[in-house]
């Protein structure tokens, strides 16, 4: 089965997006940053996707699979590495 997109919404100046960033390039996941800072059309696609203003906000495909907490205990729980590997 092939992998599916991760997308990571983010913002430069975020330690928790700096955190979700490294889980996901410590498990070698290839995945997509759209950094929100100065990009509006970028905030609202996010907010429009999983109606939250902060971020990160994390994709798998096109689960939200929510922010930093969130992907951690999803990692913890082991279903992180299900998901990526598209089961």
């Not at 599916?4 to 498990?27: E, F, H, I, N």
């Not at 929100?36 to 059309?41: A, F, H, V, Y």
């Not at 905030?43 to 999983?50: G, H, K, L, S, T």
């Amino acid at each position: 089965m092939t992998q599916p997109t991760v997308t990571l919404y983010m913002s430069d100046w975020c330690p928790y997006c700096q955190r979700a960033r490294g889980l996901l390039t410590q498990k070698n996941v290839v995945f997509s940053e759209i950094n929100i800072d100065d990009d509006g059309k970028s905030r609202e696609e996010m907010i429009a996707r999983c109606n939250r203003r902060t971020v990160p906000q994390i994709f798998v495909g096109d689960k939200h699979v929510g922010g930093c907490d969130d992907l951690f205990e999803l990692d913890r729980s082991g279903e992180l590495d299900r998901l990526i590997q598209g089961a």
